[in-house]
């Protein structure tokens, strides 16, 4: 490659969200952008839900409503908690989301991280796809200088490397630059993609002209686990999967498509898919460790953007997000070192930290902080004894038997006793509202 | 759950496309007498099944099935139970719609 001679103002590893913000940014600043990606094209090893939030792409491409692949917009959101027969929810569905901009939009990864990387190419920046970056490449100082490929030619040299290398990025902890995720602090996520017609899917959730419906549960699906199913409608897709930490997975020694199994099969959820065709089925993990799991974000010759840098909210299920906003200012602070001529420093580029910081990323993170270790250390009792207390209530509420009502309180609020005792529920309300604050 | 599961993910597999790296694995496991509770755990937490109990009870790998989600090697590459590396650029999983 004749590129290999040149040096790059950036090298950006990883085509997904936070790599795409972060290779899109520079290179519409004029500097000089190299980015890999692993995959056949980009989006071809990436994995989300998917909901993709307008306001953060916004500020990266103001008019990506004009071509971007957008599913549908969301305008119903249903929270279900679920025990074996039965879901429980909390439905919010509002006229007001249908409007001349959107807020959040359901997408397919694949077709999404194609139409981003076009833009990146567009604004200047070399895309290399089909290429795995092996190594780092340092000077006798250790900063980091380059990188090697497993193509053909030698180390290939910049003033900075972007690590958008995802949650299980190799680079970044092979080279020592941050631990690699622990199994409490990583969830894994299966789901499948099922096919529809368009006028089914918006029959069955009631949509029309491009509406959108999301359904997010917690309960009796997980087994015990600290896990989340979820059901997105796509224009002529569903995507429903389930995902729980992987110290929980590892403990139980659960299968997770046996899980995904279930799920497709639990009364609430198989009429919404009857009849699909499955297309495609897909793992990913993602990160759950939250503010405390944030590694160095920085240092001599490198910077860490998205998943790889563990930048997921978990209690708000947002990560592509928080994924693009580290990668637009990560490479706003390289511009800016850039511009006064100064070298990309560990002293230098504390300014992506700094600025990180002072956004919603790091103050959301910070919000929950305590969030991952309250759900992961009372799981049973959050996705499984709650779950299943609420619907004896609901349906202790709804069923009409002649028994008095008073007696119907007074078992409901026996069952809620028996099953965590009086300190127990009080315990756990305190700690939970706690985290939340 | 009173629901029967079958556990036959091959046919979610199936689905997939994947461009195999012949003779070129990219997760080895390595030799052992007998597996640690965290490799014989992936007999069942792998999403793909990648892993399986031979007859003499140790644990092997057929990688061609996975989806590269780094379950394994979070669970045991730090103990070197496995060696965990990315597909050559271009093999492995490709994600239709991810």
């Known amino acids: ?437 | 759950m009173t629901v029967a599961v079958t556990l036959r993910v091959e046919e979610k597999l199936y689905q997939n496309r994947y461009l195999v790296d012949s003779g070129r694995p990219h997760i080895k496991v390595r030799p052992h007498e007998r597996p640690s509770a965290n490799l014989l755990g992936l007999t069942r937490v792998c999403p793909a099944q990648c892993y399986e109990l031979n007859d003499q009870g140790q644990v092997e790998i057929t990688a061609d099935g996975c989806m590269e989600c780094g379950t394994c090697r979070v669970l045991c590459e730090a103990s070197g139970e496995i060696e965990w590396n990315y597909p050559r650029g271009g093999f492995g999983i490709l994600f239709k719609f991810g």
């Open chain 1, 1 to 437: 490659m004749d590129m290999i001679a040149e040096k790059f103002d950036a090298i950006v590893i990883g085509a997904g969200m936070s790599g795409n913000a972060a290779a899109y940014t520079m290179a519409s600043h004029g500097l000089k952008v190299l980015q890999f990606e692993r995959g056949e094209y980009p989006g071809s090893k990436n994995v989300q839900g998917a909901i993709m939030y307008a306001n953060m792409l916004e500020k990266i491409i103001p008019d990506f409503r004009d071509d971007a692949p957008l599913e549908r917009h969301l305008v119903e959101q249903r929270l279900w908690v679920m025990d074996d027969t039965s879901h429980t929810g909390m439905h919010y569905r509002s006229e007001d989301f249908n409007e001349a901009k959107p807020n959040r939009y359901t997408i397919i990864r694949a077709q999404f991280d194609k139409w981003f990387s076009r833009k990146v190419r567009a604004a200047g920046a070399t895309v290399l796809c089909e290429t795995t970056v092996t190594e780092l490449v340092r000077d006798a100082k250790d900063k980091v200088v380059g990188v090697r490929t497993d193509r053909a030619g030698g180390a290939i040299f910049a003033d900075v490397v972007i690590l958008a290398e995802g949650v299980s990025g190799l680079l970044g902890t092979r080279a020592g630059l941050r631990e690699m995720p622990k199994p409490q602090s990583v969830a894994l996520a299966v789901k499948e993609m099922h096919f529809l017609p368009e006028d089914v899917i918006e029959q069955r959730f009631g949509l029309k002209g491009g509406e959108g419906c999301v359904i997010e549960a917690v309960g009796t699906i997980s087994r015990g686990m600290a896990g989340l199913g979820f059901l997105y409608t796509n224009k002529e897709s569903i995507s429903l999967g389930i995902g729980c930490l992987v110290s929980d997975f590892a403990a139980t020694m659960q299968s997770p498509y046996a899980l995904l199994d279930a799920l497709k099969d639990h009364p609430s959820i198989r009429p919404l898919i009857a009849g699909s065709e499955v297309k495609e089925y897909a793992a990913h993990l993602i990160p759950e460790g939250g503010y405390k799991a944030i590694p160095q974000l920085f240092g001599d010759g490198w910077v860490v953007v998205g998943d790889a840098a563990q930048l997921n909210n978990a209690v708000h299920r947002e990560g592509s997000n928080l994924a693009m906003t580290s990668g637009r200012i990560a490479a706003e602070a390289i511009v800016q070192v850039k511009r006064r001529n100064g070298p990309m420093t560990k002293q230098n580029l504390v300014l992506y930290k700094t600025m990180l910081n002072k956004s919603f990323v790091v103050k959301d993170l910070k919000k929950y902080k305590d969030m991952p270790a309250l759900l992961h250390t009372n799981s049973r009792n959050f996705f499984t004894t709650y779950p299943q207390l609420m619907s004896q209530a609901a349906q202790n509420f709804m069923r009409v038997d002649g028994t008095p009502k008073i007696e119907k309180e007074k078992a409901t609020a026996a069952a809620m006793i028996k099953a965590r005792s009086r300190w127990g529920l009080v315990s756990d309300a305190v700690r939970l509202a706690l985290a939340w604050r």
